[in-house]
């Protein structure tokens, strides 16, 4: 049998761009799979989420959303350090880039490294990247919450930290008034989930819990369409907890009765392939997820670092 192609190596078709107007002033623009992106508008400036991978890739957003306002870029959040999700923030002319205080010391520690991880294993997403000036650093930390007060009668954006789980460093960014979420990784709405920098019990037990007792009626995810009504974002809630505690009960399994990482990753595939195998970067993740949660069983607290020849070392371990 011939190998898989590394990662999303041979993902090198276009997707269709949605771009969806959630209530006045709201947006959101998803991908088929791709990474999601929005922006928020204040009563005389905006709050964009998300920056993409380069900025060759957030001007194309930026056109998108100038056709709706022209207001200036006030703030933009950032939900983790993943090099797709913030190289492209020179693009926006943000006064201000808002993230967790984690997400800084992960943008100190391992910053260099996911840039050149996250570039190799998904070269479409990387447009143009001789565009990235370097890394994106942000210029506001919190811990648990922030408030951006919108103005006007657009209420309030809450940026809040609900524990550990896709990193170490996720925030969400909550519009109280209009019941949307905009949950970064820690949800994915029919995409498959990467956990190769994931703390998966947290993730799946407490962090969720506090996703979901937020109540969102239309929630954006960091990847798949954006869900609307509460039973839909109970669903996507549901399938990435799902996810997440299968991968838990075949790996620790394995792992328990002393077998190899080999055998959990085919464990954890056979359980998962039925239900997710359709989904989005499916098979580009599971290897890495498996990684992770291998050594989290073993011990190790904190994510080991990946880099591009790790990957490789991984993916022709486990995909080969």
């Not at 006064?95 to 967790?100: E, P, R």
């Not at 109970?234 to 190899?260: C, K, P, Y």
Request: aromatic content about 8%.
């Amino acid at each position: 049998m011939a190998a898989k192609p590394f990662a999303s190596s041979a993902d090198l078709g276009e997707k269709q761009q949605t771009l969806e107007v959630l209530a006045d002033g709201v947006y959101a623009l998803t991908a088929e799979g791709d990474p999601n992106i929005g922006a928020i508008e204040g009563e005389d400036f905006l709050v964009c989420f998300e920056a993409l991978a380069t900025p060759t890739a957030a001007r194309e957003w930026l056109a998108r959303l100038r056709e709706h306002t022209d207001k200036p870029v006030r703030y933009l959040v950032l939900s983790h350090y993943h090099a797709v999700r913030v190289l492209g923030a020179s693009a926006f002319g943000a006064d201000v880039i808002v993230a967790h205080e984690k997400t800084r010391d992960l943008i100190a520690e391992r910053g260099e490294a996911d840039w050149a991880s996250e570039f190799g294993r998904m070269p479409r997403l990387a447009k143009d990247p001789d565009s990235v000036p370097g890394l994106t650093w942000p210029t506001l930390t919190f811990s648990d919450r922030a408030v951006i007060e919108l103005g006007g009668d657009r209420g309030q954006l809450v940026l809040q930290y609900l524990g550990r789980g896709h990193t170490e460093g996720d925030i969400v960014a909550w519009l109280p008034k209009h019941r949307i979420l905009f949950a970064g990784d820690l949800v994915e709405a029919e995409a498959a989930l990467y956990t190769g920098d994931a703390f998966h019990r947290d993730w799946a037990g407490p962090t969720l819990d506090g996703v979901a007792a937020l109540g969102a009626e239309a929630l954006i995810g960091g990847r798949g369409p954006v869900t609307h009504g509460r039973p839909a974002v109970e669903a996507a809630i549901a399938q990435t907890r799902d996810f997440l505690q299968t991968m838990i009960d075949e790996v620790g399994a394995v792992h328990a009765r002393g077998g190899t990482l080999k055998e959990a990753f085919a464990a954890a595939h056979a359980s998962l392939v039925d239900g997710y195998g359709h989904w989005p970067i499916f098979e580009h993740c599971l290897p890495f997820d498996v990684s992770r949660l291998w050594d989290e069983l073993s011990g190790i607290e904190r994510p080991v670092v990946w880099t591009a020849e790790r990957d490789r070392e991984v993916w022709d371990r486990l995909q080969g």
